[in-house]
């Protein structure tokens, strides 16, 4: 393996603190930290190195974020790493949603497709990796959902105890039952996101537990592989835009730390563009940058796109520079808007969850607005899988008043021939 070291450094004061410490944040000013690889690797060595990693067979390089190990964490050893496997999700064309979205070039990259369901894999193997190394006695976070789920699975893997805060409520079904099923000390909070987070935040500094939402560095240095592993797939080429949706923006934190990453290492020549796109009922980041990032805003989120229903995002210095550096755009989608999307992916055999779905309503938009322009290329990311919200299919598709465009609504019948004969005959008119 090529020598490498790594430290932490605090983005608000430049303190470094070693990679092995696990307080969370800096030192000196509280500030968020940041993982820095002190390395020099050539980018067609890291290339051979990467594609060989995909043919082989077992072992932890087999996985969508080990493979780049080099660039995510490369200290830990082969026994350390806790991982399912994750990664290594599809890239997708669709005739029928680049028809809806206006974008001929339009590919979908599905992080629904990581073990427990979404994207939250990615940081999350990184994120236990770091608490077994470093001993933690438990891991907790706060969650939409997704978050405690894939925590739940990865610290049972791990054999660590794990505590998650949901708002009471708010959590998707499929997200809870998984959390529960893998385990996890689940406390339903009367309050919303940004309320579970703030006693995630005193519970750690109470209890002694390692917190891993996404303000955890780790799970950033993972989450940056989607982008690595987007860029491989379209043989380093980068395309136009990469679209995805923002709530909490570890996410566009990470995007942006990956594509300046791979930029100064020579894997990519050039910078995409990113679109973040959030949900208009918690739209902050996408406010404050009509304005210019000139004010840190939050609001009291709303949204049927729970993964995203976020007023006070954590990452927001972080997802501001992502943004900057990439010459990227923020804008935000109704829930109608996000429904649409969600109803004609989910029709193309694709499916996502609503959150998901705001990149692709995100994407047709700036594309009508004109900001995507024609022969564009551009990769919108699905974060979470259809199965993580059957409530809001069944709400859709089934009880929605008036019947929304694209609903398919079942048919409740007797069991005779006669009744499917005057079914198929009323539907083939
Ligand atoms: C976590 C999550 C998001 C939001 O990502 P952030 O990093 O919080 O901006 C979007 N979609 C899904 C499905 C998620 O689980
Ligand atoms: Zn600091």
Known sequence: MI???SVQVCEDCGTRIPETDSRGDCPA???LLEIVHESSSDPSSLKELFAERRAQIG???QSGVWRYRELVL???????VVSHPEGNTPLMQRQRLSEWTGVD????KHEGHNPTGSFKDRGMTVAITQARRTGASAVACASTGNTSASLAAYAAHAGIPALVFVPAGRVALGKIAQTIAYGARTLVVRGNFDVCLSLAVEARNALGVQLLNSVNPFRLEGQKTIVFEVVEQLDWAPPDWIALPAGNLGNTAAFGKALREARSLGLISRMPRMAAIQAAGAAPFARSFAGGFAERLHVEPETIATAIRIGAPASWNRAVR???ETNGVVASVTDDEILEAKAVIDASGIGCEPASAASVAGVAKLR???TIREGESVVAVLTGHLLKDPG???SYHQDTEPRPAHANRPIEIDATLAEVERVLSRQSQ
Request: charged share 30%; with cysteine; glycine share 14%.
């Open 3 to 5: 020598e490498q070291r």
């Open 29 to 31: 000013c509280g500030g």
């Open 59 to 61: 072992g932890v390089e």
């Open 74 to 80: 490369p200290t830990a050893a082969d026994v350390d």
């Open 105 to 108: 070039d339009l590919w979908i």
């Open 322 to 324: 992502s943004i900057r």
């Open 368 to 370: 009508r607005a004109g």
């Open 392 to 394: 809001a299919v069944v």
